[in-house]
């Protein structure tokens, strides 16, 4: 129990640290909003509001979010203002919660899979790459065989970075050269972890190619060739996000979930961004879960995702 109790309190601090920048900022705004005021009233909601969507929270949720509040304060009679950060902490979290009522946990295959297939898919830049070595390693530590597949072979770096995670977490990698067909790598990669045993599969796959409609069809061509050797697979697509272009990861997520079957998120780069609040829009328009958050570059800094952390460190 004490071990556990260090492993919260190191992720935690790791938490605060990543969501440094959008905290200071909520919280400079929050402080701006409630001054000279002691009671939450319809101005300091106004504020709220404001703070909320300049957030990148997302006009629908910060709506979502300032109604739960305005009841509260109808039911409750009187808020302070002081009390702000814990309401408004209770509501965001009741209002994630309506999606889901447990948190995902992440890192717990569901049975009957093996390999657990994950395709990793997103736009150039955002963190595949990273996070399925990041991922790997985290597989890695819980004790799960992983293999790679790098089915990115659009770029030759795009293989040798991946090679690179590879040697670092010390799992197997599939791959072939550069401009091979992707849905050949994927293939040899499910055949090799099925022959092994494997229990994940993590494949990489190309964020550009030379449009969108050749991107939504190749990946599409991946997943109807892993089939061939696991009838069910991909049992996960993860999209992968990147948190510090605000608004555009909204854009990104209404068009890939459209084109493909999403079934997880990952958010990454919210270190060095203020525009953090882009988690809780997310998770309340997508009704997919984010498994995954990235703060940072190094192979420990992802953390799956759990909103009563992710709250609670934003508004502290
Ligand atoms: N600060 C920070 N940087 C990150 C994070 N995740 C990824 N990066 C960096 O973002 C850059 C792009 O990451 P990649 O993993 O190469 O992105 P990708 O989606 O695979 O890119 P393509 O292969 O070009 O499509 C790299 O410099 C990463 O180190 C994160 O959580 N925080
Ligand atoms: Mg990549």
């Known amino acids: ?58 006009v629908d949720t910060t709506l979502r ?34 999606h889901n009522s447990t948190d995902y946990d992440s890192l717990t295959l569901p049975e009957g899979h093996k390999p657990y297939v994950i395709m990793v898919v997103g736009v150039n830049g955002v963190g595949k790459t990273t996070t399925i070595g990041k991922l790997a390693h985290k597989f890695k530590e819980t ?23 590879a040697e670092r977490v010390g799992v197997p990698i599939v791959k072939q050269s550069m401009g091979a067909d992707p849905a050949s790598v994927a293939f040899d990669t499910l055949s090799k972890a099925k022959a092994e045993n494997a229990d994940v599969v993590l494949i990489d796959t190309a964020g550009r190619l030379h449009n969108k409609i050749n991107l939504m069809n190749e990946l599409t061509k991946i997943k109807k060739v892993m089939q061939k050797v696991i009838p069910d697979a991909p049992h996960e697509i993860l999209l992968v996000l990147d948190g510090s272009t605000g608004q555009n990861a909204y854009e990104q997520a209404k068009q890939f979930t459209l084109a493909t079957e999403v079934n997880a998120l990952a958010i990454t780069k919210l270190d060095g961004t203020a525009k953090g609040g882009v988690v809780i829009g997310i998770s309340d328009q997508f009704k997919i879960p984010v498994k995954y958050i990235g703060i940072g570059e ?11 952390e992710f709250v609670d460190s934003l508004f502290n």
């Open 65 to 98: 979010i300032i109604e739960r509040i305005e009841e509260r304060v109808q039911r409750d009679k009187y808020v302070g203002t002081e009390e702000l950060n814990r309401v408004l902490k209770e509501e965001i979290v009741d209002l994630l919660k309506e």
């Open 1 to 58: 129990m004490a071990l556990f109790g260090l492993f919260n309190k190191k992720k935690k601090e790791s938490l605060d640290k990543g969501l440094e920048k959008t905290k200071e900022s909520v919280f400079k705004k929050l402080s701006r909003a409630i001054i000279g005021k002691s009671k939450v009233d319809d101005e300091v909601l106004d504020n709220l509001e404001e703070v909320l969507i300049s957030s990148d929270v997302g």
């Open 298 to 308: 190094k192979i420990d800094d992802l953390q799956v995702f759990n909103r009563e």
């Open 143 to 165: 004790g799960k065989s992983v293999v790679l597949g790098a089915a990115d072979t659009f770029r030759a770096a795009a293989v040798d970075q991946l090679v690179i995670w």
